[in-house]
């Protein structure tokens, strides 16, 4: 059967250029973007409450949606913000299975709908979003710029909001500094007083006359009639005839007030080089191609901006996610290429070129089987799979080489070619087999990884697996086919043939040599190999390998945050933002910059955008990296002692944005209690602790200061003497200040809200706005502070709540080279325990975020990784019906370990989760090695050899694929380690850690190993 499909040379090629063209194709077809669409698992709930306090949010919305989600399960937090105006709320559920996920969702809805009878009758319906990888972060953010600040601008953006939205591949576009439509009537105070007129009594007339009615229908004569009547008017000069209702007279609105065609309050204003902008933020959709998205994005900019002159608009790209996509794509692509030209290398080091040349092309049989199935499994062609490939492409011809080497040594011995395969399969199959089953149950238990890192990295060990079971068809059937027709023959070798056949004797012989002597000296032996290993802990636990979790690339991308005092107008706020922008600039050389946009009222963070007048930003778009320009973080130490002293802003500080999973700031601690004072004095009291400890920097919290406020209370003897209905008195204090939106209507595709309002005045003290009289039931004016009772203090900017208590947290970031986040986390929680617990007692620290997360995974890696050991013994126990083999062969973990740990400590590369994940998957690589040393040894020994011959025999006879196997894994990864293709700071230090333990575990496996079976298997036959 296995020489008929040898034979068969028609079937195996025609095989291998099928699965060759589909991979192609599939691969062409894979969507691009930069890291893999995983469902965080979270919810966000945002409701709104116009013109309410922090306070009011809190008590009137806020806690009646907690209380609502309260009961619903799996819930791992809740988080909350009320500040002014708007509640949001973020829920984040434990890691769980899909299904149980739609289900709490549904739940989610249901009792947010069920809660939203006890929320007040001004508030929005809640907003409930899903936040995913794909639609947590901007594809592209596009900036609508014009000469001036006006209606053009805004129907323009609006008109290209709605163009956008329509792009295949769009979610949703959120925008920034867009304002709806209004139609305002603005109150002339002086004129209503004069005339004796309620403020109110306008607002119930605008109502009454601006609706629509639909009367029904009439027949006349044979003839059906439909009888309408239109009272709505989206022209101003058309609303400004409206007469007062029961005004004693015609008094029309023109008379009393202006009408104007304008926008709502704003609460956010963007700048791009100092022109007007709105920003536009698109959102992808999970199954969107990123690479595809942007460019249908930039042909609609090209298009739009062919129409300037005519739109009186242009459009820019400010940030672009294609920029980082495509080098982290390119980047894993130039390694992957560099190391398949060191793969072809090494095998035609060892076994010429033919041999490697058809080694070699099993390369791309094997991952073009890969991407089809990826494809076919509705996976994208990101950054994670990419590693996935680039770590698997030096393992995907170890079985290939220990099956062509089996072959090669018997042709160079005359075998027959169909003889040599055969015997070849039957002698290292079973090995060979094992090998890869082992390396599968290293990894496959990581796609078990709970935590948003397990979905970040789970397409690492499935392509692993795909590609080495479709690499044991290739090394089973399609190499020993392509061997028999290439038809190779070494009866006549050639002079290179000869050197090689020299070479390899001599590594033979002196690989020997230092066996034998190995052998003679045991204890010595295994004493330096347990002294290594001890030594490597050590340099551990000393602090000499730093330990940065979470170690990523920075974008090309990065905010510089300003944040003003809380009684700071929004259009001071923008000034002081652009003041800003004039000294970042000044840092920016013209190689390094491609766009800087600037905008106040929003300030985005590591976790959740801050809103408010006080709140400026400014991003910072760069240019890819190339030798001329600089890197983010020189950029930004270049600047910071300029920018961060600026006279006006609270504070000043810079936001790196970078690559990988979602994390927050290294030390991020919510400091938690029922008193927000104390909650307070607690937060400040730890950020002056916090300026002791050296190497941290950009230290704050998410406490906003409020400004001050005027609470007024009704005088009921005073409002019931003079006659005025209570909602009279109320709704004039509204009518003041932000007015009332009476009626809307649609007007240019948007819908158009009527507002009536008192035109903006020049208040010199807050008690000028009670002058206001009102008419009483007598027709007298009475000042509104004779009804009313006024209270001043501060208000507060947002009240936090983590987990149902309020909250504030404290975050900073570290410096590069200093303390690592584990101990910067312990050496806070010591000092608050000596300096600060007894002065707040009824205060608790939450360390949850970025630490939760390293337990999480810490905990679970070292599960998953005895369970990997755990399946590995299983398979090398039933290959070897042995006991005491497989540990022979485990050993080989530790000397691994100690590799990664010295090829860390050589390099400065720091001990990350993406690391400690590579570690795990070389504990499958490296037992591959022993395998094939151990079964050769078994198969010696049961042909009568003593255990010492057996030893010597198997180890000379398989140091040269050994060498093979482990150089070509090696050779596969060393461009990523050392960044002949492009540096990674995420995925280098994983490809280092697989080659300094690779190579450090096969030079001692090729010693300790034969050793250990000596010593064991003499026992065992004596």
């Known amino acids: ?17 099928l699965v060759l063209m589909i991979g192609a194709i599939a691969y062409m077809m894979l969507p691009r973007q930069q890291d893999p669409t995983i469902n965080f698992n979270w919810i966000a709930v945002t409701t709104a409450l116009p013109g309410a306090t922090a306070q009011d949010v809190e008590l009137r919305v806020t806690n009646p949606l907690e209380d609502a989600v309260r009961s619903i399960s799996d819930i791992r937090f809740v988080s909350s913000n009320s500040r002014e105006g708007i509640s949001s709320m973020l829920i984040r559920f434990e890691d769980i299975d899909d299904r149980t996920f739609d289900k709490h969702v549904s739940s989610i809805r249901r009792e947010i709908q069920n809660a939203e009878a006890d929320l007040p009758a001004e508030a929005t319906d809640p907003f409930i979003l899903e936040i995913t990888s794909s639609n947590a972060f901007p594809s592209v953010m596009v900036a609508v710029t014009a000469l001036s600040d006006g209606d053009n601008l805004r129907q323009q953006a609006v008109n290209i909001e709605q163009d956008l939205e329509r792009l295949k591949g769009v979610e949703r576009v959120d925008p920034v500094a867009l304002d709806d439509p209004e139609l305002q009537v603005n109150l002339n105070l002086d004129r209503l007083q004069a005339l004796g007129i309620s403020p109110t009594q306008v607002s119930d007339s605008v109502a009454l006359w601006f609706r629509d009615v639909s009367a029904g229908s009439v027949n006349v004569g044979d003839q059906g009639w439909l009888v309408r009547l239109a009272g709505r008017n989206a022209e101003a000069d058309k609303v400004a005839e409206i007469p007062l209702v029961g005004a004693g007279g015609d008094i029309r609105l023109q008379r009393i007030a202006d009408v104007v065609r304008s926008h709502e309050k704003s609460t956010q204003l963007a700048r791009v080089d100092g022109r007007p902008a709105v920003m536009m933020a698109v959102m992808k959709k999970e199954s969107a191609n990123t690479l595809e998205l942007v460019e249908r994005v ?5 298009e739009r901006n062919q129409l300037e002159v005519q739109t009186g608009v242009r459009l820019l790209v400010i940030d672009d996610q294609t920029v980082p996509t495509r080098e982290a794509i390119t980047l894993m692509q130039n390694n992957a290429s560099i190391g398949l030209l060191l793969v072809l290398l090494v095998a035609w080091l060892f076994l010429g070129m033919r041999i490697a040349i058809l080694t070699a092309i099993g390369i791309p049989f094997i991952l073009a089987g890969t991407f089809w199935v990826l494809w076919s499994m509705g996976e994208t062609l990101n950054v994670v799979a990419l590693l996935g490939v680039v770590i698997v492409l030096g393992m995907l011809v170890d079985d290939a080489v220990v099956v062509v080497e089996a072959i090669y040594y018997r042709l160079q011995h005359g075998t027959h070619p169909m003889e040599a395969a055969i015997e070849s399969l039957q002698e290292v199959a079973q090995p060979v087999a094992s090998a890869v089953l082992t ?8 796609m078990l990884l709970p935590g948003i890192l397990g979905d970040f990295m789970r397409v690492i060990p499935m392509v692993v697996t795909i590609a080495l079971a479709i690499s044991l068809i290739e090394a089973f059937w399609m190499l020993p086919a392509h061997v028999l027709v290439a038809k190779i023959r070494f009866d006549k070798p050639s002079r290179t043939q000869l050197l090689r056949q020299k070479m390899t004797s001599n590594i033979q012989r002196f690989y020997l040599r230092l066996l034998v002597k190995t052998l003679r000296r045991p204890i010595i032996t295994l004493s330096s190999i347990v002294l290594l290993f001890m030594g490597s802990i050590g340099l551990i636990g000393s602090g000499q390998i730093k330990m940065d979790f979470f170690a990523s690339d920075p974008l090309r991308l990065f905010y510089v945050n300003v944040q003003m005092p809380p009684d700071i107008p929004l259009e001071k706020t923008l000034q002081k933002v652009l003041e800003v922008e004039q000294r970042v600039k000044a840092h920016l050389n013209p190689e390094d910059v491609r766009a800087v946009a600037s905008y106040a009222g929003q300030m985005f963070t590591e976790m959740e955008p801050f809103f408010g007048d006080q709140y400026g930003q400014i991003l910072v778009g760069l240019k890819p990296k190339s030798a001329d ?32 999973p979602p994390v927050s700031k290294p030390i991020s601690v919510k400091i938690r209690g029922d008193d927000y004072q104390e909650i307070r004095q607690a937060a400040s009291d730890m950020q002056a602790m916090l300026l002791d400890l050296p190497g941290v920097k950009d230290i704050g919290d998410d406490a906003g200061s409020g400004r001050m406020s005027m609470t007024l209370k009704p005088d009921y003897t005073a409002i019931a003497a003079a006659g005025l209905n209570p909602s009279q008195v109320l709704r004039t204090v509204q009518l003041l200040v932000d007015g009332e939106v009476v009626a809307d209507m649609q007007s240019k595709g948007r819908k158009l809200e009527v507002r009536v309002k008192a035109a903006t005045q020049a208040y010199q003290n807050i008690n000028d706005l009670l002058l206001f009289r009102l008419p009483d039931h007598q027709g007298r004016m009475i000042p509104l502070n004779a009804l009313v009772s006024a209270e001043y203090a501060e208000s507060i900017g947002n009240i936090r709540h983590y987990n149902f208590r309020r909250a504030i947290t404290v975050d900073a970031d570290i410096e590069e080279g200093g303390m690592d986040t584990v101990q910067a986390n312990a050496w806070l929680l010591d000092n608050w325990n000596k300096q600060l617990q007894a002065k707040y007692p009824a205060i608790n620290l939450d360390f949850s975020g970025e630490l939760d997360d390293i337990q999480e995974s810490m905990d679970s890696i070292a599960v998953l990784f005895l369970f990997g050991v755990g399946l590995m013994y299983l398979i090398l126990g039933t290959q070897f019906s042995s006991y005491w083999q497989p540990f022979m062969i485990l050993a080989t973990v530790p000397m691994a370990f100690t590799g990664v740990v010295l090829g860390l400590w050589v390099t400065g590369n720091p001990l990350s989760l993406f690391t400690l994940y590579g570690v795990v998957a070389l504990a499958g690589i490296a037992v591959n090695a022993a395998i094939v040393l151990i079964s050769a040894a078994n198969q010696r020994l049961d042909k009568g050899m003593s255990v010492l011959h057996a030893t010597l025999y198997a180890s000379r006879r398989r140091v040269i694929p050994i060498l093979i196997t482990s150089l070509t894994t090696i050779a596969g990864l060393f461009s990523l380690a050392t960044g002949l293709g492009g540096k990674s700071l995420i995925w280098g230090p994983v490809a280092t ?9 096969t030079i001692l496996t090729l010693f300790v190993v034969p050793l250990l079976y000596r010593l064991f298997m003499k026992r065992s036959v004596g």
């Open 298 to 302: 930039k042909s609609y900019l090209d």
């Open 439 to 446: 390396t599968m149950a290293a990894f496959l238990p990581l």
């Open 629 to 660: 320009n600089r890197d983010v973080d020189e950029i930004i130490e270049a600047m910071r002692e300029d920018v961060t002293r600026i006279a006006g802003p609270v504070r000043v500080s810079f936001l790196r944005m970078a690559g990988g």
């Open 1 to 17: 059967m296995l020489q008929r499909l040898l034979n068969n040379h028609v079937l195996a090629n025609l095989t291998f250029v």
């Open 993 to 1001: 850690s697989i080659v300094s333990g690779l190579a450090f575990s």
